[in-house]
């Protein structure tokens, strides 16, 4: 089994910026590939970015330009930094890693939290 354990949400001003952090523990697993999704109020969950072990990353055209996403394999640890956070932004940020636990493939999912931009 792998825990994860998301910080860094919060009320922002646009124009503001916030830094989300999620870090995975347990034993005897390997992280591929690391991202951030979100849902805001009655629409549906979204990719906002992706990072693989090697590095590539990928992000949703919302956010191209403002969010990056990064991560530590050492630490098990995935950040997602947010730039010139709009409004539009605001919804609750879950991380999703995708474990290899020596063949068996499994995504698990952080709790959750809540990213709110408004003056």
């Known amino acids: 089994q792998v825990q994860l354990v998301e910080s860094g949400g919060g009320l922002v001003q646009p124009g503001g910026s916030l830094r989300l952090a999620c870090q995975g523990s347990g034993r005897g697993f390997v992280i591929n590939t690391m991202a951030w999704y979100r849902q805001a109020p009655g629409k549906q969950r979204e990719l906002v970015a992706s990072?693989?072990?090697?590095?590539?990353?990928d992000y949703a055209d919302s956010v191209k330009g403002r969010f990056t996403i990064s991560r530590d394999n050492a630490k098990n640890t995935v950040w997602l930094q947010m730039n010139s956070l709009r409004p539009e932004d605001t919804a609750v940020y879950y991380c999703?890693?995708?474990?290899?636990?020596?063949?068996?493939?499994?995504?698990?999912w952080g709790q959750g939290t809540q990213v709110t931009v408004s003056s």
């Open positions: 999703n890693l995708d474990v290899d636990l020596g063949g068996t493939y499994r995504r698990y």
């Open positions: 990072i693989i072990s090697g590095g590539s990353t």
